[in-house]
């Protein structure tokens, strides 16, 4: 399965160090990210054409200036824009942080059928997280402030999870769903193992069918050696075969189509940082999941 382990630069094309884009593969439909570099004064335009999407600067401030997606040579622009102008359109100032380790970020959401300019005085790495949307909404700055910020597990299962764009914290958009995680060396996360890999109504136990990405960042050591973690997903069931246990070290990539996924383990020393991306084919947006039966025990010694 080592074509759902993108290990840092495998995906890179031309300012982009990563993209992962919905339906550019072979069974990924719902979800993207892009990573984008810029060096100081640089600046790129990108249109969310099908998608929806989540600036989140990883390191370094820019600005992004939202406006309707152009039109192509066959008078067709970004799906569900209709050429509709943009709710919010103007230019943000998003002030970034030194890295993905210094705390929350401003994020910008910009709903389908935008075109995106992001320029940056000083450089830095911007995260570019999608999902494929129809319905426009207003673009929205969410101030690092802001963010709720939670903290999650206990003991060596601690870690903090910043709130950015998940269910209940942002809702003014389509599908898209997205968060950041920080855990400390030494620690484990995403644990327990859990699964959002189909449709169930049981009003006791729902849950939702979501693909997920994760985009790791691992800080090195004091004196600058690359860190590193591991990433495992499980099979959950007939038609769900799955099995990764994978190195992951910064600027790699693990997709999440299905099974249980966890536990995301942290060096000793090296503190680990995955944002996460998620969305589904349901009619309403929600992050509703199943614990491995045999993992779920550990809630009750936090």
Partial sequence: MSDLHLPAGSTADGPFDTVVDPGAREGWVHTGIRVLALEPGGEET???????????????ACTVVVDVAATDEAGVKG???????????????????????????????????????????????????????????PV??????????????????????????TVGSFDACDSL?????????GNWSSYP????????????????ELEEIYYYEIAPSPTGTPGFGFHQTTSSGEGKE?????????????????????????????????????????????????DHPDQTWVRGTW
Avoid at 193 to 208: G, I, L, N, Q, T
Avoid at 272 to 287: F, H, I, S
């Fill in 46 to 60: 990108w249109e969310a054409d099908g998608v929806e999407v989540m600036v989140v600067p990883l390191s370094g």
């Fill in 79 to 137: 799906a569900g824009s209709a050429g509709a102008a943009i709710e919010g359109a103007g230019e943000y100032e998003l002030r970034g942080r030194a890295d993905v380790f210094a705390g929350p970020t401003d994020v910008l959401y910009a709903p389908v059928g935008s075109r995106l300019r992001i320029a940056s005085t000083d450089g830095g790495r911007f995260a570019l997280a999608t999902a494929v949307a129809s319905a426009a909404h």
């Fill in 140 to 165: 929205a700055l969410i101030r690092a402030e802001d963010v709720p910020v939670e903290a999650r597990g206990g003991g060596t299962m601690s870690r903090q999870v910043r709130n950015f764009g």
């Fill in 177 to 185: 769903i997205a968060c950041e995680v920080i855990t400390p060396g």
């Fill in 193 to 208: 193992a859990h699964k959002h890999d189909e449709h169930v109504e049981d009003p006791e136990h729902p849950e939702s």
């Fill in 242 to 290: 799955i099995d990764i246990l994978a190195e992951v070290r910064a600027g790699d990539v693990v997709l999440v189509p299905c099974g249980w996924h966890g536990p995301c383990a942290a060096a000793p020393g090296h503190d680990m940082y995955y944002l996460n991306v998620m969305a589904g084919p349901g009619k309403e947006r929600a992050w509703d999941i199943t």
